[in-house]
């Protein structure tokens, strides 16, 4: 099983032997937006929905005569909870990974020289998208106290210590994929560092201990989903951030390949094998695994990363916000109704753009209205904006030597045929959606089963994986072009928008 404690929502996921999936549960999850810029969650309401989710997909399970081998656990990367390890209780609403308050705060540590240091050493850059500015501010603004008891940890930490006991003997554990999204991680020494908790403020002894990602940490503490669940007692055998937990789930074994996974936001890995890259400009470097002891001779390696913040929130943001659909599903219907935008760009930097530009003061922009042009053709701008914006970061690794000929697809967008479509023309490359869309839930319970001998090797599970589609570039190179050149134009207008510091004073 995985538990897949996502931005959006909560869904526990159980496969068979042959990686399919066969049940799954799901619970939303509640958005929190107290002033311009900030975003929160309830990590209550998180635990809730995990334990709701897998008391629903196991009841069906135990029904049927099926017996769980392990649990997987996978989650939105960035976000940071922190909690008090003696009483179980949350000190403070988690900071969701789109809150931008601590932009202020980056642009202070960028001006005093210390860009270079964070660079080297974590392969990400000074934003505040990271979780180590999060957890200065709950420090300071936020004012939890930096006590004995105070856990400051990542989703997957907190799902884990709560499954696994809690505050009754609890694993305190996270894993490479998720400290390496924390500013805090040395990503070639594999190790929290000193210098760089010093730096942001963070005592390094709130922090959980790393694990392997494939690997058993505990067992489903007696008592935590229900005195008399089916559960008790099952492994807890993998940690894992969502989109290494996808890179992962398409089988991205071998360096090289790639994936994106069009979700809140859409997030673009490439395995860079198991050695530390250089540095790319616009890009992110993170630790993708730790198989550990089922790894075999290179069981670590590192993922090179473009992350794009907003998409499938530009959808909801067309259903909520401007009513224009009344579902997501409407999007591609109404989109394919005409041939093109006609010169409309959609930026969707509602919360500051990410790969590779890395503005958080960007804000989202229309461009090129003009009479005549209406629903359809914002709707398909929306569409576009998405292919666009995966063009960017695939040009970024290129540039930086990559070789990314094929792009293996997933997530909620990937549905749509049109997107693909032009995913295809824009990258110049083959574009493969998945035989499942829910990647991220399948890595994580492959990994789970990787860990407790369901599958013997990445080769076994590299067989599993199936194509339900694949698109190839049909439009020329030269309107490609053109249509890039245009989206550029507009992300130029939507760049350095917001006034430095207003997230920070709201």
């Not at 461009?367 to 666009?388: C, P, W």
């Not at 080769?459 to 199936?466: F, I, N, S, T, V």
């Amino acid at each position: 099983m995985a538990v897949d404690a996502g931005t959006t929502g909560v869904r526990a996921l159980a496969v068979d032997h042959g990686a399919n999936v066969v049940d799954v549960s799901y619970r939303e999850l509640s958005q929190y937006f107290p002033r311009p810029g900030w975003v929160e969650h309830d990590p209550a309401e998180i635990w809730q929905h995990v334990a709701a989710t897998l008391a629903d997909v196991v009841q069906r399970q135990d029904t049927a005569g099926r017996r769980i081998a392990g649990i997987g656990i996978t989650n939105q990367r960035e976000t940071v909870v922190a909690w008090d390890r003696r009483t179980g209780l949350p000190r403070y609403r988690a900071l969701v990974w789109q809150d931008r308050r601590t932009a202020a705060v980056c642009d202070r540590l960028r001006a005093d020289g210390h860009e270079e240091l964070v660079r080297r050493r974590t392969g990400l850059v000074l934003d505040p998208y990271f979780s180590a500015t999060k957890m200065a501010w709950l420090l300071s603004e936020g004012g939890v106290a930096p006590d004995d008891d105070l856990v400051l940890g990542t989703v997957d930490a907190w799902v884990a210590w709560n499954l696994t006991g809690g505050p009754d003997g609890g694993a305190l554990v996270t894993d490479p994929s998720n400290a390496s999204r924390t500013l805090l991680y040395d990503i070639a020494a594999t190790r929290w560092d000193d210098e760089l908790c010093r730096l942001f403020g963070v005592p390094p002894g709130s922090l959980p201990d790393v694990v392997p990602t494939c690997g058993r940490v505990g067992t489903v503490h007696d008592g935590v989903l229900g005195d008399s669940s089916p559960l008790t007692g099952t492994p807890v055998s993998a940690l894992a951030g969502d989109q290494q937990s996808a890179l992962f789930g398409q089988a991205c074994f071998e360096p090289g390949m790639a994936k994106a996974t069009y979700g809140t936001g859409t997030f673009v890995l490439l395995n860079a094998g198991a050695t530390v890259p250089e540095p790319a400009e616009g890009l992110l470097t993170s630790v993708a695994w730790d198989l550990g002891s089922h790894g075999g001779a290179k069981p670590l390696a590192y993922a090179v990363e473009g992350a794009v913040f907003v998409t499938g929130a530009a959808v909801q943001w067309l259903r909520d916000g401007l009513g224009i659909i009344p579902e997501a599903a409407a999007l591609e219907p109404l989109a394919s109704s005409v041939a093109d935008s006609e010169g409309v760009h959609l930026v969707p930097a509602f919360t500051g753009l990410g790969s590779p530009w890395w503005d958080p003061y960007a804000r989202g922009t229309v461009t090129g209205l003009s009479r005549g042009l209406g629903r359809a053709h914002l709707a398909r701008a929306v569409v576009e904006s998405m292919a666009f914006e995966v063009r960017d970061v695939v040009d970024a690794m290129r540039r930086s030597g990559a070789g990314v000929d094929a792009l293996r697809v997933d997530g909620g967008a990937s549905v749509m045929d049109l997107l693909l479509q032009l995913q295809a023309d824009q990258t110049r490359m083959a574009v493969c959606r998945s035989a499942s869309a829910e990647a991220t839930a399948v890595g994580a319970a492959t990994l789970a089963g990787l860990a407790e001998g369901v599958w013997g090797s990445l080769e076994d599970l590299g067989a599993l994986w199936r194509a339900e589609a694949e698109f190839g570039p049909r439009a020329s190179a030269v309107a490609a072009d053109r249509a890039h050149d245009g989206w550029l134009a507009a992300v130029d207008r939507a760049r350095r928008w917001a006034v430095p510091g207003a997230e920070e004073t709201g």
